[in-house]
């Protein structure tokens, strides 16, 4: 894996970043011999193959195969790129990006976003315990009438704005923050001094409304939402754009998704009230869009958490408009998308709350291809050729990027339809299927479905030879550290990255640092498995293990050696010169393989 990042830094990080400590993050690890073990986060499993090597900071499953440092479990565990996991890590281990390392003015940018998610944690909990008090008992009871439990509301941390100008920003400034931050934040709004050069003037942002945190997925509470309590305009009032908040990178819930492992997909709704009223009913994997139309990063983020999103939109005419778009910006990132059907035009927090979490299991999803001909038929008086004639036109846009089989399965809904034969509908689509399509032409921007789920972290390992065993036993001995390196030679090796990862690890290169080196997934499992420390007491037995390898690959060398020479022998005129030296070069070999017996 290419890397733009500097060799000694990347050791720096990674030794700072302690995979068991890591990883114990995530997973639930216990101890076990040399290595930690623990249940796989990347696949199904009940007993314990997931393997977390302290010496060598690695970590494997015998189980999925899925194997790496801790720089490639933050990318498979958080579904983020190599320079954002590089970013993560380096955040939490407090240490500045390459380029940041000569930057006076990091540390103090570091500090001040610390002390605004700090604000906003007070804040948070300041409007959470204000909701079970007098001054909080409008945004209860709006809360209660909307069915939500206490379990819930403690769950999502929902609070409370009570109904006076300056009761939050009192108690942050007594807690130590200044004007400046909050503003900064989005908690207090600041006017200017009076005429006559008096304190400055401010109020706080959300006021009588029920509270809605807005919390990341590595649990900093970013932003707010705030819902009126009466008649007061917006209804909804959600945080502006701040230094820690950008409403377009993060949707509402991503603290829970994290969460929620092996979802086969997330469900994306409008509404906090949506995601709150879901995740009450038992809906896994719920979130929502932060008052922006879903975006291209958004979208990005979802692919992290599930291989597929389904929408759940308000049944009205501007959520279902915003389905379009959505399915759009979801198949231009390669995510499969369908579509949530809600009946009599309900929204999925009036939905559930009708037909429960049983009538919601039974919702349709539909495919993006069926939800984009419904749309298409409700614009066209299918009672009239015409209408009929443009309504195939704009379906042959909409079934062209299909396979054959999705093609047939919505041909004969077509024939059904609008009445014309296969044979021309066919040719329609296969006319549109020849030309070098525009994405404008269709009727939703970009048509092409793109199936392109997360692969199955689950990989097979190819059948290996004793001697090839033996071979990455030895150099999983070797990346221990406890035998002497001149016991093994690079001749003992015979392909050429079992060579390359030996030249490396002589050279000084550490395990670790290895798994940076390997282009793709499958090499990059093997070298996890290869690298990890071999089951070993001391190291006395593993000085014994690698001896007994090295036995394995020389006399396996020299019987190779020696086929080859009778081979060549065999296929020899017996009068050739060149034949005695090649026997006893033969007879020589046999002698080595004698006192290897």
């Known amino acids: 894996m290419a890397s733009r990042f500097p060799a000694p830094w990347l050791d720096d990080l990674r030794s700072r970043s302690d ?258 009223s879901l995740t009450q009913f038992g809906v896994d994997g719920v979130c929502a869009t932060l008052g922006t139309s879903l975006t291209n990063e958004q979208a990005r983020l979802l692919r992290r958490f599930a291989p597929e999103v389904y929408l759940g939109y308000d049944g009205d005419s501007a959520g279902q408009h915003a389905i379009l778009r959505g399915l759009d910006i979801l198949e231009a990132e390669g995510i499969p998308a369908k579509v949530l059907d809600f009946p009599d035009g309900l929204d999925p927090d009036e939905f559930i709350r009708r037909d429960g979490a049983e009538g919601f299991a039974k919702l349709p999803a539909l495919p993006a291809a069926a939800y984009r001909l419904r749309r298409l038929k409700e614009s066209f008086d299918l009672s009239q050729d015409e209408g009929k004639m443009n309504y195939v036109r704009k379906a042959a846009f909409v079934l062209a990027p299909l396979d054959p089989v999705g093609q047939e399965t919505y041909i004969k809904t077509l024939m059904l339809e609008t009445g014309f034969p296969y044979d021309a509908l066919r040719k329609q689509i296969d006319s549109v299927s020849k030309k070098d399509d525009n994405p404008s032409s269709g009727p939703s921007g970009d048509l092409q479905e793109k199936h392109t789920p997360r692969p199955s972290p689950r990989r097979s390992e190819p059948t290996v030879s004793p001697e090839e065993t033996a071979q990455e036993i030895l150099l999983g001995l070797l990346a221990t550290g406890q035998i002497p390196k001149d016991m093994v030679e690079e001749k003992d090796f015979e392909e050429d990255e079992l060579k390359s990862l030996y030249v490396a690890l002589v050279s000084g290169s550490s395990p670790a640092s290895l798994l940076d080196l390997a282009p793709d997934d499958e090499t ?42 009778m081979h060549q022998i065999q296929s020899m005129d017996p009068k050739d010169p060149a034949v005695p030296s090649l026997l006893r070069d033969a007879q020589e070999i046999q002698r080595k393989l004698d006192r290897m017996n």
Not at 549 to 559: E, H, M
Request: proline fraction near 4%.
């Open 524 to 565: 990059r499992s093997r070298y996890s498995r290869i690298l990890m420390s071999p089951v070993a007491e001391s190291t006395d037995q593993m000085i014994s293990m690698a001896t007994q390898c090295l036995g394995r690959i020389r006399k396996a060398s020299c019987q190779k050696q020696y086929a080859a020479l």
């Open 19 to 276: 995979i068991v400590q890591v990883i114990s993050g995530y997973v639930e690890l216990k101890k076990s011999g040399r290595k930690y073990w623990g249940l796989c986060p990347f696949h199904g499993e009940k007993t314990a193959s997931f393997s977390v090597d302290a010496e060598q900071q690695l970590f494997y499953c015998f189980g999925c195969k899925t194997g790496g440092n801790v720089i490639t479990f933050i990318m498979e565990i958080e579904r983020c790129s190599y320079h954002e996991a590089v970013e993560l890590l380096a955040d939490r281990a407090h240490i500045p990006m390459p380029e940041m390392v000569n930057d006076d003015d990091w540390e103090r940018r570091r500090t001040r976003r610390e002390r605004l998610l700090g604000a906003n944690r007070e804040a948070a909990k300041f409007y959470h315990e204000m909701l079970f008090r007098p001054e909080g008992a409008a945004s209860l009871a709006y809360l209660r009438k909307r069915g939500l439990s206490d379990s819930v509301i403690r769950k999502f941390g929902l609070g409370a704005a009570p109904d006076q100008w300056t009761a939050l920003t009192d108690h942050l400034i007594s807690s130590g923050y200044t004007l400046d931050e909050l503003s900064s934040v989005g908690l207090t709004i600041l006017k200017p001094p009076d005429e006559k050069g008096g304190k400055q003037r401010y109020f706080d942002m959300f006021r009588n409304r029920a509270i809605f945190p807005i919390i990341d997925m590595y649990k900093n509470v970013i932003a707010f939402g705030g819902r009126s309590l009466g008649k007061e305009l917006p209804k909804y009032m959600n945080s502006s754009d701040t230094p820690v908040f950008n409403k377009r990178k993060g949707v509402y819930a991503a603290n829970l998704l994290r969460q929620q492992r092996h979802l086969d997909h997330v469900i994306l709704v409008e509404g906090y009230m949506d995601v709150v």
